[in-house]
């Protein structure tokens, strides 16, 4: 198992630009997450999605879009970067019962917006 | 004022020494009480898990959770420097609820 893969790695965006965010997770789990992480913040959750087709909001949703089309893959997306989204993005899923299945989490994408 | 509080650190320990970790919260109704480990440049992975009060051990690490001070902690007994991350408190209120992060503590252990 890949577990939860997220692509790209990295990338750099001009204020403006738009660009997506790809996560996948091979472990068949019905919750996917997107977080950022900034110094001093922790994890502040983006959008979060139950199951296949479902989307909702975190605590940051605002310059940000999600599209849960297939079980498998969490897409994030922003239409018009700003520098302030400048951050490292995790993706997580989680199934099955609670303390059995927690939050499995993929190894970031980091995103600089000039 | 944030619902998670946990120190940022740095905490600076000798090799073989103890960690004592620890996050304070506000909201009773969180139940289930989660340490992440994050590794520099790295997604944060589970290390411990409790649910409602009490301790929990597992090898080197005992996780604690005193609900009635809203206070957990992580103790990291005979510290290696492979211990060196940062370490992030995680709750929720029930089975399937949102979780609430701490900010991240980093511990360095030298050798």
């Known amino acids: 198992n890949a577990g939860v893969t997220q692509t790209p790695k990295f990338r750099v965006l001009k204020t403006g630009q738009s660009m997506t965010l790809l996560c996948a997770q091979d472990m068949n789990h019905e919750y996917m997450y997107w977080y950022r992480q900034d110094p001093g913040m922790g994890l502040r959750l983006i959008h979060y999605s139950v199951g296949e087709g479902t989307t909702a909001k975190g605590e940051v949703p605002d310059g940000y879009n999600v599209s849960r089309l297939k079980k498998q893959n969490f897409l994030l997306g922003l239409e018009s970067a700003a520098p302030s989204q400048t951050s490292v993005y995790f993706c997580?899923?989680?199934?099955?019962?609670?303390?059995?299945?927690?939050?499995?989490f993929g190894p970031g994408t980091r995103l600089t917006v000039l | 004022q944030k619902e998670v509080e946990q120190d940022p650190g740095p905490l600076s320990v000798p090799e073989g020494a103890i960690v004592s970790l620890n996050c304070t919260y506000s909201?009773?109704?969180?139940?289930?009480f989660m340490w992440y480990r994050q590794y520099s440049r790295k997604g944060p992975e589970l290390l411990m898990y409790?649910?409602?009060?009490g301790n929990k051990e597992d090898g080197r690490f005992t996780a604690q959770v005193d609900k009635s001070s809203k206070y957990i902690s992580l103790f990291i007994r005979d510290s290696q420097p492979s211990d060196s991350a940062t370490y992030l408190c995680a709750m929720r209120p029930d089975s399937w609820g949102k979780l609430q992060f701490g900010s991240g503590t980093q511990v360095v252990v030298t050798p």
């Open positions: 409790t649910y409602s009060s």
């Open positions: 997580a899923s989680r199934g099955g019962l609670a303390g059995v299945n927690e939050q499995f």
């Open positions: 909201n009773s109704a969180f139940q289930y």
